[in-house]
Every structure is written in C-alpha cells, then in structure tokens.
C-alpha cells in the first residue's frame, strides 16, 4: 500500500474513532498518535495523517453543510459512520488541500478507495455520487490537465501518424 493511500486510512480511521467516541477534541490526538502506531508504524509522513485529521476536523461544520447539501436525502446523522468520516476526509482534501499536491480526481479515487475497503457494499457509490456532484458544482478543476505520461504518449503517437 502507498504511503499516502496508508496515511489517508490512518486519518480516516481517526476520524471514525473521534466520531464514534463522541466527537471529543481533547482525545484526537492521542487517537492519531495510536492509530499511527497501530496501523502505520513505518509511514514516512506521519504529519501528513495528523493534518489531514486536525484540518478535516477544523473545517467539519463547512464540510458537514456541504454533505448536507450534496445529498440531501440523507441527514447527517443518517449516514453511516465510516461514509461519513471517508467524505469528511475526501471533501477536506478535494476543496480545502492543496490542489497541486492533491489534484481534485486523485481526493476522489483515494476517497472511493477508501469507502470500498472499510464502508459497505454501496459505500463506494454512495461516496463516488457525493463527491462526483461537488465536484461538479465546484467547476470540475483540473478536468482538462492531462498527466505528463499521457501528454508524451500523445505527442509520440502525433510524431508517429506525422512520419508515417
């Protein structure tokens, strides 16, 4: 497993820990510090997994609105927890990361990754249809930019056709 794909589970995993404990921000970082230890012991950035939970956390009344707004036929609290703590996850990263570390498609396919593995048989839907519709409400940025491999791929395959 990649070092970012390890870290996001840790931080999602601390999300639904600090959800499931009753949302107390005075044991948050212990329960990163343990999750870190327990399940990434030799992860190279373990920042990284304490930012995405401090930030995710600091920006949950925003992302919980935008939840709210983006799937309207299920209250907050009527999602289940790990759903809710992959979106809280996925929509930090996707509309508050950084989006050259990050590139919007990338939070979207870890944040499914993420709900196919520890949610349910139609989490992965389910967080796929969320973030697909913020995504596209916030002007799908970056739809264009087409990756360096591809983008060298594509000139050889034109130098090819040119010569031909």
């Known amino acids: ?8 589970s840790v931080a999602m995993q601390s999300l639904y820990e600090w959800d ?3 949302k107390k ?10 999750n870190v ?32 707004k983006a799937a309207p036929q299920w209250p907050i609290d009527q999602i ?15 509309l508050f990361g950084n989006r ?10 870890e944040a499914i990754e993420l709900a196919k593995t520890f949610g349910g048989d139609a989490s992965g839907k389910f967080v796929n249809g969320v973030l697909g519709t913020i995504y596209r409400e916030i002007g ?3 739809k264009d930019d ?11 395959e034109t130098e090819k056709i040119i010569n031909f």
């Open 146 to 156: 087409t990756p360096k491999a591809k983008e060298k791929e594509q000139a050889e």
């Open 25 to 34: 921000k005075d044991k948050l970082q212990a329960t990163i510090e343990h």
């Open 1 to 8: 497993m990649a070092s970012r794909h390890l870290s996001r």
């Open 140 to 142: 799908e940025p970056g």
């Open 80 to 94: 289940a927890m790990v759903d809710r703590a992959v979106l809280r996850l996925g929509i930090y990263e996707l």
């Open 20 to 22: 499931f404990k009753g």
């Open 100 to 109: 050259e570390e990050v590139p919007p498609k990338v939070a979207i396919n």
């Open 37 to 68: 230890e327990e399940f990434a012991p030799g992860v190279e950035d373990p920042k990284f997994i304490y930012d995405l939970v401090n930030n995710a956390i600091e920006k949950i009344e925003e992302i919980d609105k935008i939840i709210e």
